[in-house]
């Protein structure tokens, strides 16, 4: 069974740029998650998905970030424009539903400069 | 106050050591509740589900207590690939983990 895709799996911008990561969940899963993970802390959700409806983006920063899951399959997340304290790991993880266990995929890694 | 706290770390230990994490949280309508571990770089990975009751696979025993509103692993016989960083997760909620070196 093939698990979380994401890419790219780094990512070097400027500040102010924008930025637009990619997330295909496993097959059949109904939720998906996006977190961010700064260096040393745990993962922080940022937006919930159950099919292609919010569940939780209550950490969001919606003044610059933003997340769409049309059809309820794949997944993108955008930030503009970025700030330096944006760089981070951002995570993709999905669900068969929204209180199972999550399956996360490798990452991509920001470095906003 | 934080919504996940787990202990700081970190924690070194020989190889057959006996070692206890422990996590807090503080939203009392968690559903569900995981340990999951992260290598360096890497991303998280399901370690096990943690049920009322209590619940074992092997060396690893999680526990949850819901009326304190707290989780805890126990490895048992450590072994050098059990070094790790141990993340608390009561549903979408992680801490910020704690991190284990098995040495020889």
């Known amino acids: 069974e093939a698990g979380v895709a994401q890419s790219p799996r780094y990512k070097i911008i400027e500040k102010r740029q924008s930025v637009a990561f990619w997330c295909n969940p496993i097959s059949g899963h109904a939720t998906l998650y996006w977190y961010q993970q700064i260096l040393g802390q745990g993962p922080k959700l940022l937006i919930q998905?159950?099919?292609?409806?919010?569940?939780?983006d209550s950490q969001l920063p919606k003044d610059r970030f933003s997340a769409e899951r049309l059809k309820g399959v794949d997944s993108t997340l955008k930030i503009q424009p970025a700030k330096l304290e944006d760089s981070a790991v951002y995570l993709c993880?999905?669900?068969?539903?929204?209180?199972?266990?999550?399956?996360f995929g490798p990452g991509t890694r920001l470095t906003v400069t | 106050r934080k919504e996940v706290e787990q202990d700081p770390g970190p924690f070194n230990v020989p190889e057959g050591a006996t070692v206890a994490f422990n996590c807090t949280y503080s939203n009392s309508a968690s559903q569900s509740f995981f340990w999951y571990r992260q290598d360096c770089r890497k991303e998280p990975k399901l370690l096990m589900s943690v049920y009322s009751s209590g619940n074992e696979d092997g060396r690893f025993t999680a526990q949850l207590n819901r009326a304190s509103q707290y989780i805890s692993l126990l490895i048992r016989d450590s072994k050098l690939s059990d070094s790790a960083t141990y993340l608390c997760a009561p549903t979408t909620r992680f801490g910020a983990g704690t991190r284990l070196t098995v040495k020889p």
């Open positions: 998905f159950q099919n292609n409806g919010v569940v939780d």
């Open positions: 993880a999905s669900s068969p539903s929204g209180n199972d266990e999550q399956y």
